[in-house]
């Protein structure tokens, strides 16, 4: 232990990994959040990931209560939120039993040691304390009396009751935290001028704390050093850091805009994917309507009235509620609407993991309906491209008439990255079906002769008078029709019209290596781990690696066969028990696919990726 401050020069790193955890009402997110934003206004690149518990308020000090926000920032690419952690910060003894496997040997962990009283080592299941058994000796443990020195920061402030100084503990850590790397704390004492301005009184706690917890780390005689994380190189232009979920909703957004229609969204408000519907509900001066429905059933059943209306219609849910949407899905599939149906994945089945991802909901995307109801399903792969494949789903539903599933995730949707904030100018050109103009012998079921997509004629348009529901439809006036032969050309024709999108979208391309010994192959929000893993081994030496990331999933890309004849072996990585998998298999059966999942409510690791690559590498 050092007696005497210490002046060094910071130690320059490229990236750092830090985790906040504590209590769920701690303010752990809240933390991560500030240091993440004030990262990246500096100008690293980061990545994030909130981990928090799926009870509103779980048992003061539980093992099972510890919530948890992880950041990974760096002058280099950052493609994940990391692996193993080279900062700590625990504010109770359940947090620190919980993540220290996570840290690496001989790292930081801080810990507010006034937490580490008899009764919370009993919730956290210790014997003794670790604080004192030498059980921590392998890490460089810095002990702070957060709580205390926070009342004494506080003792002067007018207001604030003894819950209220306490939970302001957490503002003492990111203090200690921004002095470490080098932030400025002008960006979060912004934040509080904007978010308690009817407050004053939390305004000056805040701060108070803020500042105390920022000069007692650069004073502090256990912390020697500081570290110093440059800025990112990254392309030139506007970036602000972006949550999946806003990144959704300002895709759908864009599109309405770019189409010229007004954006419906129905929808029912479920964990992880609420926060669409929060968003949206913003943006009324774009013309947004949005209606908080009673039930799934409602949110879906009243987006297909708006399409049939003629507005870009949405719904948003996750698994347990696409399995109530499906039947009214399959009302729009034989409609031949356009209805785009957001699922942000999380761990089932029922109820599961609610606060947790996986990817457990492609089967259900792909076949959950009765009856042969083929729709289009396209899954986006970081935060911020969010965006692109929600406009992408826009467009895709709008130009074919025909349902699309958007599959996101809890991982890609809770957490954050850089985005880079494009013009509407600047996103391709959407072209609805609308009809607007009466044409002799016109009927519904008209069709494009290349995509098969049908008009889409408005109600109470005259002369473009019609019949739709959910009874087999005639091939062309859409009256009821349910002879054998009519039933059989339409199923066969609704399935051709979503194969024929295959023509609409990019083929897949690898990244690394073109051809080689193994093809790494993933879909949906798993991009980030598997693209941090794969070009850390090419850096190691293994460079005939691929990777192949799919976000289109029904229709494949056209070009899929040809690039899995490239490798001589194919690895299929899911979080769940092999579904893409399967997919594949059905689909091209003159191949091996050998798989990797992972199925605990957690992305995968770069450590366990390449430990299974090495093994099939030997």
Same mark, same amino acid.
């Given at each position: ?91 109770? $003894? ?69 819950? +209220? ?34 407050? $004053? ?15 007692? +780390? ?9 570290? +110093? ?42 964990? $992880? ?16 309507? &949005? ?17 049939? &209306? ?17 039947? &009214? ?87 954050? +990255? ?201």
């Amino acid at each position: 232990m050092l007696t005497k401050k210490v002046n060094l020069q910071p130690e320059v790193l490229e990236a750092v990994v830090i985790r906040f955890v504590g209590d769920s009402g701690d303010g752990m997110q809240l933390t991560g959040t500030q240091f993440s934003d004030t990262s990246a206004m500096f100008g690293n690149d980061i990545a994030t990931f909130p981990n928090y518990p799926s009870e509103i308020r779980a048992p003061q000090g539980s093992l099972y209560g510890v919530s948890g926000f992880q950041v990974h920032i760096g002058s280099v690419e950052i493609s994940t939120p990391g692996d193993n952690l080279d900062l700590l910060v625990a504010m109770n $003894p359940a947090g620190l039993k919980t993540n220290l496997y996570a840290l690496k040997p001989g790292h930081t962990i801080i810990v507010d040691a006034d937490a580490f009283t008899k009764k919370n080592l009993e919730k956290a299941q210790y014997e003794t304390n670790p604080l004192e058994d030498q059980s921590l000796d392998n890490y460089r443990v810095i002990q702070v009396n957060m709580s205390s020195l926070t009342k004494e920061a506080l003792k002067e402030v007018e207001g604030l009751d003894n819950k +209220a100084i306490t939970r302001s503990k957490n503002m003492f850590a990111l203090g200690m935290v921004y002095w470490m790397y080098g932030r400025a704390k002008e960006h979060s004492i912004d934040f509080f001028n904007k978010k308690f301005k009817s407050k $004053p009184f939390l305004i000056e706690s805040n701060t108070k704390v803020l500042n105390a917890g920022y000069f007692y +780390a650069e004073t502090l005689e256990l912390i020697p050093n500081a570290y +110093a994380i440059s800025p990112a190189k990254m392309n030139p232009g506007t970036y602000r850091v972006i949550m999946g979920n806003t990144a959704t909703a300002w895709g759908f957004l864009a599109a309405a805009e770019k189409s010229g229609l007004e954006l419906y969204l129905g929808s029912y408000p479920i964990t $992880p994917a609420t926060d669409i519907l929060h968003e949206l509900v913003k943006h009324k001066h774009f013309g947004v309507k &949005a209606f908080q429905a009673e039930d799934e059933i409602a949110g879906i059943a009243s987006a297909i009235g708006a399409s049939f &209306a003629g507005d870009l219609a949405i719904t948003t849910t996750s698994g347990p509620g696409l399995a109530l949407k499906g039947e &009214a899905l399959g009302l729009a599939m034989i409609m031949e609407l356009p209805l785009v149906v957001v699922n942000v994945q999380r761990g089932g089945p029922s109820t599961g993991l609610p606060t947790k991802t996986e990817q457990s909901d492609l089967m259900q995307a792909m076949y959950g309906r009765n009856g042969e109801s083929p729709v289009i399903v396209i899954a986006a792969s970081t935060p911020a491209n969010c965006f692109d494949f929600a406009f992408q789903a826009a467009k895709l539903a709008l130009e074919h008439m025909t349902p699309v599933i958007l599959l996101t995730d809890g991982y890609i949707a809770n957490g954050s +990255a850089p985005w880079k904030i494009q013009s509407v100018d600047e996103l391709p050109e959407i072209k609805h079906r609308i009809k607007k103009d009466v044409v002799e012998n016109w009927h519904p079921y008209n069709r494009d002769e290349k995509s098969l997509a049908r008009d889409w004629a408005i109600p109470g348009t005259p002369g473009l008078e019609h019949r739709v529901g959910g009874l087999e439809k005639d091939s062309v006036t859409g009256n009821v029709n349910q002879s054998p032969e009519n039933h059989e050309k339409m199923t066969k024709m609704r399935a051709e019209k979503v194969k024929r999108v295959q023509n609409y979208i990019p083929e897949i391309k690898t990244e690394f290596a073109n051809s080689g010994d193994l093809l790494v192959i993933g879909w949906g929000g798993t991009y980030g781990s598997l693209h941090s893993a794969v070009k850390q081994i090419n850096k190691e030496g293994y460079t005939k690696i691929g990777l192949a990331h799919f976000n289109y999933i029904n229709p494949l890309p056209k070009n899929t066969g040809e690039l899995l004849s490239k490798f001589k072996k194919i690895l299929v990585c899911e979080l769940n028990n092999g579904q893409f998998v399967n997919i594949l298999r059905m689909n091209f059966s003159g191949f091996e696919f050998l798989q990797f999942n992972k199925i605990q409510g957690l992305p995968f690791g770069n450590n366990e990726l390449i430990d299974e690559f090495k093994k099939l590498v030997k």
